[in-house]
């Protein structure tokens, strides 16, 4: 990577009014693993595609339940992850054990992106490697949110992030007028078929590295809950997706033989 006297320090303004240090750190998320978020009907679902190291080894496990409500995708270094997960986890237990209620998650991610913020001006500590989707239900509502390592944060109907994420964010953006009335079957197979667009080209979306989230409203607890799908119980979704897949293929090439057969009967 390009070095220049100015990507030294986080503290140090390059003369074009740039922290290269906080670019480097949004690159590490750009060259993470990719996950998407989308916003559903009372429901928000994540999809993550998890990396292998190497062959021998396991898969990185990349979505990470933080309470009953709230579960979070992770994009970039694995080990910030975990720190910002565990202050998110923190925060989530006391607002419960004080007030016995769930943490709102508009308030928890201002909290972390200040967090994010604080490392970018003090040159005793990097910036945080990572960026995380926060999808919540509370008493507002379904949300889905995102951090950078800047200390921004957004709100989202869908969003992807990470390696290859263009192409799922084409997709979520041809999409977007569907995902307000789907169920969570419908958002499942939305987030496969978009994730799918961001794996490598010589490899394809299997149960092994695929895994799905969903936070939803659980009438009979009476709130919020999380269900995070891993591995086997991903492959009936996976499944799905190609049956919808071969019935679009079969239907466009009917409609493509359908004008050659009006040719040959005039």
Same mark, same amino acid.
């Given at each position: 990577?390009?070095?220049?006297?100015?990507?030294?320090?986080?503290?140090?303004?390059?003369?074009?009014?740039?922290?290269?240090?906080?670019?480097?750190?949004?690159? +590490?998320?750009?060259?993470?693993?990719?996950?998407?978020?989308?916003?559903?009907?009372?429901?928000?679902?994540?999809? +993550?595609?998890?990396?292998?190291?190497?062959?021998?080894?396991?898969?990185?496990?990349?979505?990470?339940?933080?309470?009953?409500?709230?579960?979070i995708a992770v994009a970039g270094l694995n080990a910030d992850a975990r720190t910002l997960a565990k202050t998110m986890r923190t925060e989530c237990l006391?607002?419960?054990?004080?007030?016995? &209620?769930?943490?709102?998650?508009?308030?928890?991610? #201002?909290?972390?992106?200040?967090?994010?913020?604080?490392?970018?001006?003090?040159?005793?500590?990097?910036?945080?490697?990572?960026? #995380? #989707?926060?999808?919540?239900?509370?008493?507002?509502?379904?949300?889905?949110?995102?951090?950078?390592?800047?200390?921004?944060?957004? %709100?989202?109907?869908?969003?992807?992030?990470?390696?290859?994420?263009?192409?799922?964010?084409?997709?979520?953006?041809?999409?977007?007028?569907?995902?307000?009335?789907?169920?969570?079957?419908?958002?499942?197979?939305?987030?496969?078929?978009?994730?799918?667009?961001?794996?490598?080209?010589?490899?394809? #979306?299997? &149960?092994?590295?695929?895994?799905? +989230?969903?936070?939803?409203?659980?009438?009979?607890?009476? %709130?919020?809950?999380?269900?995070?799908? %891993?591995?086997?119980?991903?492959?009936?979704?996976?499944?799905?997706?190609?049956?919808?897949?071969?019935?679009?293929?079969?239907?466009?090439?009917?409609?493509?033989?359908?004008?050659?057969?009006?040719?040959? %009967?005039?």
């Open positions: 990577m390009f070095r220049s006297q100015y990507d030294t320090d986080v503290t140090v303004w390059s003369p074009q009014g740039r922290l290269l240090q906080v670019e480097y750190a949004m690159e +590490a998320v750009k060259q993470g693993s990719a996950c998407l978020g989308i916003v559903g009907e009372g429901c928000v679902v994540l999809a +993550a595609l998890k990396r292998q190291p190497n062959e021998l080894s396991g898969y990185q496990r990349k979505l990470l339940k933080i309470d009953e409500h709230m579960t006391n607002h419960r054990y004080v007030y016995g &209620a769930p943490l709102q998650g508009a308030r928890l991610v #201002l909290d972390i992106a200040d967090k994010y913020q604080r490392c970018t001006q003090m040159y005793v500590r990097r910036p945080y490697g990572v960026g #995380l #989707l926060v999808a919540c239900v509370d008493a507002t509502g379904p949300h889905l949110y995102e951090t950078c390592p800047s200390g921004n944060y957004n %709100e989202y109907v869908a969003v992807a992030i990470g390696a290859r994420a263009q192409s799922a964010k084409t997709y979520l953006e041809k999409h977007v007028d569907a995902f307000k009335g789907c169920g969570v079957d419908e958002l499942c197979k939305h987030a496969l078929k978009g994730l799918a667009g961001c794996v490598a080209g010589d490899k394809e #979306l299997d &149960a092994a590295s695929a895994s799905l +989230a969903i936070v939803s409203f659980d009438a009979a607890a009476g %709130e919020a809950a999380t269900q995070i799908i %891993e591995d086997g119980d991903v492959q009936k979704y996976l499944d799905t997706v190609e049956i919808d897949a071969a019935a679009a293929q079969a239907e466009n090439m009917a409609v493509d033989d359908a004008p050659a057969a009006d040719a040959m %009967e005039t």
